[in-house]
């Protein structure tokens, strides 16, 4: 399995630069990286996915490195509605669904 | 375009008894999921469904049955409910695709509560 590995917890500040990285040594040639951000009482919802390099959408920059055993979400200017917990997931959908493993994600908590 | 209802939201159950939590999704998808979120836990897998009339086990299938009569529904049943079922259950559905990561839309889950 690719076992992912986060941080527990993060604080910030409004306005500023949050990276959330990801550290998944045992990735498969054929993985991709996913994150998504989950809010109190609602289910999680995709930010962005990659393979390789830099990938980057209206709302989130995602790095990956060329060994590919770590990703570092990056959110800039964040807000107070930013606050929520960051999931990084490892995988594909069509042969891998056991290897889909959600970890327990990251805290982010965004302060005035 | 509702994406992913689940029903109920809420339901407080006695040991013993059985429900089923329904999951619908209007996007067509052909892969359809359900998980259970535990504290501290992340999600985790309980049985997941590659499409209609087809289903099969996740991470944790112990004392939970799915059914997939129709594409856009999911059912997951609890046959005789135990406490250790007490959770936030998600229901989550994708595309197939080939090769890659399909992202999963996911319900705002159903709160269940067994006593």
């Known amino acids: 399995l690719a076992k992912t590995t986060q941080p527990i917890s993060m604080d910030s500040y409004e306005g500023q630069e949050v990276n959330i990285t990801c550290s998944h040594n045992n990735i498969a040639t054929n993985d991709y990286i996913t994150w998504y951000q989950q809010f109190p009482s609602q289910g999680p919802r995709f930010i962005i996915q990659?393979?390789?390099t830099k990938v980057t959408n209206e709302v989130a920059s995602l790095f990956i490195p060329a060994d590919r055993k770590s990703s570092t979400l990056s959110l800039p200017r964040v807000s107070l509605s930013d606050t929520a917990v960051y999931y990084c997931l490892v995988g594909v959908t069509n042969t891998g669904f056991q290897k889909l493993v959600f970890g327990t994600g990251t805290r982010l908590l965004v302060s005035p | 375009n509702a994406g992913v209802t689940q029903t109920p939201k809420f339901r407080v159950l006695k040991t013993g008894q059985s429900m089923t939590l329904l999951c619908a999704q209007d996007m067509n998808h052909e892969y359809m999921y359900w998980y259970r979120q535990d504290p501290g836990m992340g999600l985790r897998l309980i049985h997941y469904s590659v499409g209609e009339g087809t289903t099969a086990k996740g991470e944790v299938p112990d004392g939970y049955n799915v059914s997939r009569l129709k594409k856009q529904n999911f059912l997951l049943g609890l046959e005789s409910a135990a406490p250790s079922q007490t959770s936030v259950y998600f229901c989550a559905s994708s595309y197939a695709g080939q090769a890659r990561y399909q992202p999963q839309h996911f319900g705002d889950g159903t709160r269940l509560s067994i006593l």
């Open positions: 990659g393979y390789k």
